[in-house]
Structures are given as C-alpha cells and as structure tokens.
C-alpha cells in the first residue's frame, strides 16, 4: 500500500458545461480540460510520484496523459477508478433527469438516497476503488479518477462511515486531494489543490491557466457550477 496518493479530478468536459451526469458514459476533455491536464501535470510532478494509475475512461486517460510523459512513466489504466455507474441518468441533464425521475431525484438532493435507477451502491464503489489502491506499487501514487469515486475512496480510507462522506467537500475539475499513510492511519493533508483560474491573455489572446496552487475557497464558484463535482449530497447539490 502506497504512503501518498494523490486523487486527481480529470479535466473538464463539454457533459461538464452542459450540467450532465456523466457516470461512465465517454466523453472527452474539451479544450479547457486539455489546458488543465497539461498545467496540473507541472505541478504534480513536483511531488515525484513513482507510479500513474488511471481510470480507462477517455477523460481520466487524457488528463493522465501529460504527467505520465513528463515523468516518463506509462500510465497504468485500471477499470476500478471508473466514475460511479449512474444507470439510466447517465448522459441527462438535470432538469432531465428531475422530469423523467422525479421522485428518484427528490431523494438524490435530499441526500436519501443510495442506488437511484439502477446506479452502482456507494459501498461497491468505494470497495473497487480501494482495491485498485491496494495493488499500486510505490511509495507516491496519483490516481487520475472521478468525482464521486475520489469522494468515496477519500472517505473509505479515513475510516467515516458511508453517511459521513458528504463531509469530503467535492473535487472541481482538475484538482486533487492529498492523503498520506502512516502508523496510525490515512490522513487528509490537503483537498482540491490545483492550478488557480485561467486569466485574461494579453491584448485579447486566450486565458491560460496558472501554474501556482490554489485552495479549496478558490474554487467555490466553480464546483457549484459543475454538474459533476459532488457524489450525493443536499438539496441544492451540484449533481455529477
């Protein structure tokens, strides 16, 4: 078992700016995500991770992409760091699904929820996820992954009960959290860490993000945005 392991949001997707599930439906970064893998790849490089693992799904394997090159490592893919199988709502929006699941969708804002519409239990989600951790080999290991599968392997590994993984505030797109392992367990060192917002290029050229680090705070504004930021959460709640 590793003793750090970076979880690392894939970049945005269109599905991402059309407020739609995505679960494990394939669509691929769009430019802004592109931009997000390659800056974020700087920065996570400083931390000489020894192994890339990343879920197979195109967005995850494109924003491995460049960090695995820049370190000169292949990226490992592995199945198990797939997003959360939404059944039914994947590739809806969520006033879609709210017309066509109403009262699977009340349940899912109000946090009652579990397994809408054929969706994959949180707990199997947590157990793949885990499991595909347990077989990395090195000292320093980034996950490239999802939303909801960063939020439940996060809480599985500091031991919260499943109700109590609200309490992982969510990963906005390119970001990741930091956990290091020692004697007497996993600890959260830092959460959604990554490049601060694009700025204005000069004289009307295109933003480009910046390679500094940001905080959670920074990105407020941009996870309540995100269809695909948050696992379940409360009323309110950005879906995935």
Known sequence: MPARVLLWRHGRTRWNVEHRFQGQADPPLDEVGARQSVVGARLLATYAPDVVMSSDLCRAVQTARPLADLLRLPVALDARLRERSLGPWEGLTRDEVGRRHPEEYAH?????????????????????????????????????????????????????????????????????????????????????????????????????????????????????????????????????
Do not use: Y
């Not at 009652?112 to 347990?134: I, V, Y």
């Not at 290091?180 to 700025?199: I, K, M, S, Y």
């Open 108 to 240: 899912w804002l109000a946090g009652r929820e579990d397994r809408q519409g054929g969706s994959e239990p949180r707990a199997e989600l947590a157990d793949r996820a885990f499991a595909a951790l347990a077989g990395a080999a090195g000292e320093t290991v980034v996950l490239v992954t999802h939303s909801a599968t960063a939020i439940a392997l996060t809480g599985r590994l500091l031991g919260l009960p499943l109700s109590g993984w609200r309490a992982v505030g969510p990963l906005a797109n390119g970001r990741w959290s930091e956990l290091t392992r020692d004697e007497h367990g996993w600890r959260l060192r830092a959460h959604n860490v990554g490049p601060v917002a694009a700025l204005p290029g000069r004289d009307g050229a295109s933003p480009e993000p910046v390679a500094a680090l940001a905080s959670t705070q920074d990105t407020a504004a941009d996870v309540t945005a995100d269809p695909e930021a948050v696992d379940a959460g409360p009323a309110g709640a950005p879906a995935r």
